[in-house]
T-cell receptor, first 113, second 112 residues
Framework: DARVTQTPRHKVTEMGQEVTMRCQPI?????VFWYRQTMMQGLELLAY????????DSGMPKDRFSAEMPDATLATLKIQPSEPRDSAVYFC???????????FGSGTQLSVL | QKEVEQDPGPLSVPEGAIVSLNCTYS??????FMWYRQYSRKGPELLMY????GNKEDGRFTAQVDKSSKYISLFIRDSQPSDSATYLC????????????FGKGTHLIIQP
């Protein structure tokens, strides 16, 4: 059963530390998305890639966040330095460009103390 | 005005009731309308997808779109406790998976 895999599931860290979240998209999918979910803002798009190329990262605070796809099986989202306001659930999703169905991972619950 | 508005709830109804969930949107360029269901501690999963105005039915679920009013609805018949989740509407202008705009979600509770 194909699924998007995210690691870690939970991360607790101290302010100022680097955080790296990883995502393995579904094999064959050529679009990858990073979303952040909070109670106040809901789901916010941070970045997305098509065929590993970044297409839009306008939702991401670029001074501290970076997103990459080193290869087709791995997407990463890094926060350096982390801040308490970054506490949220971060979701990765993948899909076929031209189709509307996004498959989401189970998310990384990040707490920055 | 936000592009997609959705009442966060919670909405609590007894088992067996008909549930109506709604979203309004502001951008008339939106063409594709989706409903995602999100269980606690899980990622959203696509429940319904529709393109045109009118109704689309899938089992106990019916998605309705009124483009003239910029209003979309999801109806759940014979609601079950397993339907308890957060339901997010998602709207797209380009027809692909790029650039989906999500509502904040409505938390639904079905009481046994």
């Amino acid at each position: 059963d194909a699924r998007v895999t995210q690691t870690p599931r939970h991360k607790v860290t101290e302010m100022g530390q680097e955080v790296t979240m990883r995502c393995q998209p579904i094999l064959g999918h050529n679009t990858v998305f990073w979303y952040r979910q909070t109670m106040m803002q809901g789901l916010e798009l941070l970045a997305y890639f098509r065929n590993r190329a970044p297409l839009d990262d306008s939702g991401m605070p670029k001074d501290r966040f970076s997103a990459e796809m080193p290869d087709a099986t791995l997407a990463t989202l890094k926060i350096q330095p982390s801040e308490p306001r970054d506490s949220a659930v971060y979701f990765c999703a993948s899909g076929d460009s031209g189709r509307e169905k996004l498959f989401f991972g189970s998310g990384t619950q990040l707490s920055v103390l | 005005q936000k592009e997609v508005e959705q009442d966060p709830g919670p909405l609590s109804v007894p088992e067996g009731a008909i549930v109506s969930l709604n979203c309004t949107y502001s951008n008339s360029a939106f063409q594709y309308f989706m409903w995602y269901r999100q269980y606690s501690r899980k990622g959203p999963e696509l429940l319904m997808y529709t393109y045109s105005s009118g109704n689309k039915e899938d089992g106990r679920f019916t998605a309705q779109v009124d483009k003239s009013s910029k209003y979309i609805s999801l109806f759940i018949r014979d609601s079950q406790p397993s339907d308890s989740a957060t339901y997010l509407c998602a709207i797209d202008s380009g027809g692909g998976a790029d650039g989906l705009t999500f509502g904040k979600g409505t938390h639904l509770i079905i009481q046994p």
